[in-house]
Nanobody, 118 residues
Framework: QVQLVESGGGLVQAGGSLRLSCAAS????????MGWYRQAPGKQRELVAR???????NYADSVKGRFTISRDNGKNTAYLQMNSLKPEDTAVYYC????????????WGQGTQVTVSS
């Protein structure tokens, strides 16, 4: 089992920045990748950014060049630095951990609201 706790959401004006944090606990040794997803009202949850334990990252096209995912393995924490925020970035952001040795299981945080005003 992996537990994830997010923090860092809030209200920001367009063009501003926020940093989200996701602290992992439990069976952290089994985590293969951590990522951030978001869900806006009336829309499906979508991948924002993902980082594997080997250091590979991938981003949604809509956030490339503006968002950066990073992991601090010593603190068992993942971060999402969001710059040049746009109103369309408004959503609930969820931390995800893909963990497991034989079978991969997805774990989710409780979500944190990010609101970008125009």
């Amino acid at each position: 089992q992996v537990q994830l706790v997010e923090s860092g959401g809030g209200l920001v004006q367009a063009g501003g920045s926020l940093r989200l944090s996701c602290a992992a606990s439990g069976s952290i040794f089994s985590i293969n990748a951590m990522g951030w997803y978001r869900q806006a009202p009336g829309k499906q949850r979508e991948l924002v950014a993902r980082a594997t334990s080997g250091g590979r990252t991938n981003y949604a096209d809509s956030v490339k060049g503006r968002f950066t995912i990073s992991r601090d393995n010593g603190k068992n924490t993942a971060y999402l630095q969001m710059n040049s925020l746009k109103p369309e970035d408004t959503a609930v952001y969820y931390c995800n951990a893909a963990a497991g040795v034989v079978r991969i299981t997805d774990y989710w945080g409780q979500g944190t609201q990010v609101t970008v005003s125009s």
